[in-house]
């Protein structure tokens, strides 16, 4: 099995994952799929230095080439995990279901949690150690046996309030953290939609969500970046 979880860590590295953990996911699902693979693709430096003062052409491309990578990744591997007889599915843009305001049926951040890839911020972002939130997520869920990872069970964000104060739809509301809370109490979905989209359509003329303030200020993102030469982050 040791083999097995090996290759399928190349194969979706191959595909282009710049992080992968294992998430023991049982009691939250059926028991068919006891397991999540959770994936991670870094945005470049040069992308979110791009975004200081508001979305940019380069992030809204960025944004969607990440995503149909992801969707590649999770494919690849839910074949992979398929052709060794075990039962996988991809969590793809188009896979995905929606109930509620903005959910989905397995969230790709509580794999990523479990697996221990990274903590939720205050902006209800996955923040990793290697990229602060400045990642696209996504994962796959599988019976296949896995070696998994720690999960996180505690915010790094500590007394920050970066992305609190430079959110410009005054949608985060400066929580930390903590198994079980609720996205609601950290931030306001439909205030950050309301937003970002007023803020897309004004910089790069597209009815899309996308802003990303809270990705380019947080100080792991900035971290990131100062170890990403020649794009250093802009001081604020």
Not at 23 to 39: H, I, N, Q, T
Not at 77 to 94: H, L, M, V
Not at 149 to 172: D, F, H, N, W, Y
Not at 189 to 197: E, H, N, Y
Request: glycine share 8%; charged share 25%; hydrophobic share 35%.
């Amino acid at each position: 099995m040791k083999f097995m979880q090996s290759k399928l860590e190349k194969v979706l590295r191959e595909h282009g994952a710049d992080l992968v953990g294992y998430a023991d996911l049982s009691g939250m699902l059926p028991p068919e799929e006891p397991y999540g693979v959770s994936v991670a693709v870094r945005l470049p430096g040069e992308v979110i230095a791009s975004i200081h003062d508001g979305p940019s052409r380069a992030y809204f491309e960025a944004y969607h080439e990440r995503n149909a990578r992801l969707n590649e990744i999770v494919t690849a591997g839910a074949e992979y995990i398929r052709e060794c007889g075990y039962n996988a599915f991809a969590q793809t843009t188009n896979a995905v279901r929606e109930f509620g305001v903005y959910r989905t049926r397995m969230p790709h951040k509580t794999v990523a949690v479990r697996a221990g890839l990274g903590w939720i911020g205050k902006s209800a972002l996955l923040v990793t150690e290697e990229y602060g939130p400045a990642v696209r997520i996504s994962s796959l869920l599988t019976d296949t046996p896995l070696q998994t990872g720690t999960p996180v069970t505690q915010s790094r964000c500590g007394k920050c309030m970066l992305c609190t104060r430079a959110c410009p739809g005054e949608a985060i509301q400066g929580r930390e953290w903590v198994p079980g809370l609720e996205r609601e109490e950290l931030f306001d979905p439909l205030k950050c939609r309301k937003k970002a989209r007023e803020l897309a359509a004004e910089a790069i003329h597209e009815e899309i969500t996308l802003c990303g303030k809270c990705i380019e200020i947080c100080p792991y993102t900035r971290r990131y970046l100062e170890n990403t030469p020649p794009y250093q982050a802009t001081t604020t």
